[in-house]
């Protein structure tokens, strides 16, 4: 009987062992984890279940305590806590998403052409709006006044429809005739701290500088809450990306 007893006896230790282990949906191995704690330590093994960490350490002594659904072996790669962006601007980060993206372009004329692809895309918009431009980055003649580019491509690629473009460093504002109009913005027109640019007709370029900008953003019409929501899940989808999953938003007003 001794055999028997004995196989028994493994059995149910071996039964008692596996029920004692918990469940998991993953196991992760062959990692560098930066645990970012008091001393820096590092660790090559971690356990996930529900989105969360069970436990973080040796991979041979995590496989002993839990069961997972599914492990994952990093091959070496680095594993870091979630980033936190002190100073952030997470809701302009999701307005610029749904904008024409202008960053890179090379010249005036593929600024036309990549509004004229976002506007494809957007046909119910009422404002064509984007941002990104620069022109240092194009010919010398796509900037033909004080360096800066004129409204005239613009009016001719979309003259029935409002058209407003931050430059990329935010502090100047791009715009056509239809823009000029409803601002009611004219070769008088000035504001403290902001200059509307004249071409050499005296007459607006198009170009409005810093605080000059805000005749043109006070009638660009402003998202509302159901906007506000996608714009918002659209810059946390960025931010996950990246590795971000806190901020700070410096840019909210108390409304």
Not at 120 to 130: K, M, T
Not at 196 to 208: A, H, I, T
Not at 212 to 220: H, S
Request: aromatic letters at 8%; proline letters at 6%; hydrophobic letters at 40%.
């Amino acid at each position: 009987m001794r055999p028997l007893y004995s196989l028994i006896l493994f059995t149910g230790l071996t039964l008692a062992g596996c029920q004692s282990r918990q469940s998991a949906d993953l196991l992760v191995t062959n990692a560098t984890i930066y645990t970012a704690d008091s001393l820096f330590s590092t660790a090559s093994a971690f356990v996930v279940k529900d989105g969360k960490f069970l436990a973080v350490g040796n991979p041979d002594e995590l496989a002993q305590q839990y069961t997972p659904d599914s492990t994952a072996d990093l091959g070496g790669k680095p594993v870091f806590p979630g980033f936190f962006d002190p100073h952030s601007h997470f809701l302009g980060l999701g307005q610029v998403l749904y904008q024409a993206d202008l960053v890179g372009a090379t010249s005036y004329a593929e600024v036309v052409a990549r509004l004229k692809t976002f506007h494809q895309r957007n046909p119910e918009a009422i404002w064509l709006v984007g941002r990104g431009w620069d022109q240092n980055d194009w010919p010398k003649t796509d900037s033909p006044v004080r360096g800066f580019p004129t409204k005239a491509m613009l009016d001719a690629a979309f003259p029935n429809i409002p058209v407003a473009l931050t430059r990329v460093d935010g502090h100047a504002l791009l715009v056509n005739t239809k823009a000029l109009r409803l601002s009611q913005i004219t070769k008088g027109s000035k504001l403290a701290g902001g200059e509307v640019v004249l071409d050499n007709q005296g007459q607006p370029s198009g170009v409005l500088v810093d605080n000059a900008m805000q005749m043109i953003r006070r009638v660009i019409p402003q998202p509302d809450d159901k906007d506000k929501e996608q714009m918002l899940l659209a810059a946390q989808k960025v931010c996950f990306s990246y590795g971000l999953t806190s901020v700070s938003d410096a840019g909210l007003n108390q409304k």
